[in-house]
C-alpha cells in the first residue's frame, strides 16, 4: 500500500524542530586550520613602550632646564656680587672731596699755593700726602693723576718754574709698601682770581674720577 507522504512530512518535520541547533563550525583557513584570531596583547605592550619612552623624555628635559636654572642663578649671583664689590670700593674712594681713604691707598690734599713761573705767568702748586698701604711700590702720579681746570677748560702743567719745589719730583717716585711721601702737582692758570676744580683719577681700581672739588684762589 503505499505511505502516506504528508504524516511522515510533518513528523520530520516536527524532529527538526525539537533537535537542538549545532553551534556553527569555526570558519578555515586555506590550509584547513580554524582562523585564528589576532592578540591584543602586542599592542598593549607597544603602548607601554612608548608611554615609558615618552615620559623618559619628558624626565629628561626636566633635568636640563633644572640644571639650566642652577647655572643661571650662579651667574646671576656672581655678576651681581662683583657690581657690589665694585660699588663698595668706589664708595670708599669718594670721601671728602679730592682726600681718598681706601685699603690700598690714603690720600690727602694738604694746601694749594699760588705762584709766578718763569714766564711771569700764575701758576698753582697743589700739594699731597700720598701713602702706599699695598706690598708693591707705586707712584702717586701713576695712581692717582690730578686735574686743575679753571673756567671750565683743563690747565697744563707747568714745569717752567722758578724754584721747582721737591714734592713736583716725588709725584713719580716710587714708595714702598707702608710708606708715604709728599707730592705736588704743577698747573699754569689762566688768572688769578677764578676758582680751581681739583679732580683725581684713579688709574688702580676704578678707573674713574674718583674725588673733586673746588678751591677758591681770591
Known amino acids: 500500500m503505499p505511505r502516506d507522504l504528508d504524516l511522515d512530512f510533518e513528523f520530520q518535520d516536527e524532529e527538526l524542530r525539537e533537535r537542538p541547533a549545532r553551534p556553527a563550525a569555526p570558519r578555515r583557513d586555506a590550509g584547513g586550520r580554524g582562523a585564528v584570531r589576532p592578540s591584543s596583547r602586542g599592542g598593549a605592550a607597544a603602548r607601554r613602550r612608548k608611554s615609558d619612552m615618552t615620559s623618559y623624555i619628558i624626565l629628561g628635559v626636566e633635568v636640563v632646564v633644572f640644571i639650566a636654572l642652577i647655572v643661571?642663578?650662579?651667574v646671576l649671583k656672581s655678576k651681581i656680587v662683583d657690581t657690589e664689590d665694585k660699588a663698595d670700593a668706589a664708595a670708599q674712594?669718594?670721601?671728602?672731596?679730592?682726600?681718598?681713604?681706601?685699603?690700598?691707598?690714603?690720600?690727602t690734599c694738604t694746601r694749594v699755593q699760588i705762584v709766578k713761573d718763569a714766564d711771569d705767568e700764575f701758576a698753582a702748586l697743589v700739594f699731597f700726602t700720598f701713602v702706599n698701604k699695598t706690598d708693591t711700590p707705586l707712584s702717586m702720579s701713576a695712581v692717582f693723576p690730578a686735574r686743575v681746570?679753571?673756567?671750565?677748560?683743563?690747565?697744563?702743567?707747568?714745569?717752567?718754574?722758578?724754584?721747582?719745589?721737591?714734592?713736583?719730583?716725588?709725584?713719580?717716585?716710587?714708595?714702598?709698601?707702608?710708606?708715604?711721601?709728599?707730592?705736588?702737582?704743577?698747573?699754569?692758570?689762566?688768572?688769578?682770581?677764578?676758582?680751581?676744580?681739583v679732580t683725581i683719577h684713579d688709574n688702580y681700581s676704578?678707573?674713574?674720577?674718583?674725588?673733586?672739588?673746588?678751591?677758591?684762589i681770591n
Open 206 to 216: 676704578t678707573y674713574t674720577d674718583i674725588g673733586s672739588t673746588e678751591i677758591p
Open 93 to 107: 674712594q669718594t670721601t671728602n672731596g679730592v682726600n681718598v681713604e681706601s685699603q690700598d691707598f690714603t690720600l
Open 149 to 197: 681746570a679753571q673756567n671750565g677748560a683743563d690747565c697744563p702743567e707747568d714745569t717752567n718754574l722758578v724754584e721747582t719745589p721737591q714734592e713736583v719730583e716725588n709725584k713719580d717716585m716710587q714708595v714702598s709698601g707702608g710708606q708715604s711721601v709728599e707730592c705736588c702737582y704743577a698747573f699754569k692758570l689762566s688768572d688769578q682770581t677764578s676758582p680751581l676744580t
Open 72 to 74: 643661571l642663578f650662579f
